[in-house]
């Protein structure tokens, strides 16, 4: 009677650094923007640096990579969102005249205030 063997179906287990990055990479886009991007990316290299360090005893490299793409995008956004504020404020800025001894009338932001009042 011959016996066939078959390899084990074990999965090894994840690394919980990589499990909080990737939580982290998605509430960074959703509930917890600059902390969660943050975390996100600090966790995910840190998970990488300890699967890399333990080969063949820990798994969710892959959990880790979109950590850190995750976290990336989220930070990717921040500025984004930064400059935009920056633009509109500098825009607002340029737009109001500042010197009130010479401000005239009509190039003062009166008319603007009767217009949506």
């Not at 999965?11 to 982290?24: H, R, V, W």
């Not at 984004?80 to 009338?105: K, R, V």
Request: proline content about 5%; hydrophobic content about 55%; charged content about 5%.
């Amino acid at each position: 009677m011959s016996q066939n063997y078959y390899p084990s179906s074990q999965s090894l287990p994840n690394s919980t650094m990589a499990i909080i990055s990737l939580i982290m990479g998605i509430l960074g886009l959703t509930f917890f923007p600059v902390i969660g991007s943050i975390i996100a990316l600090f966790t995910g290299y840190m998970a990488k640096k300890e699967i890399h360090e333990s080969p063949g005893l820990l798994a969710g490299e892959g959990m880790a990579t979109a950590g850190i793409i995750l976290g990336w995008i989220g930070v990717l956004f921040l500025v984004l969102f930064a400059c935009m504020f920056c633009l509109i404020l500098l825009a607002i800025l340029f737009l109001i005249p500042f010197s009130t001894s010479t401000m005239d009338y009509n190039t003062s932001i009166l008319p603007l205030l009767e217009i949506i009042l």
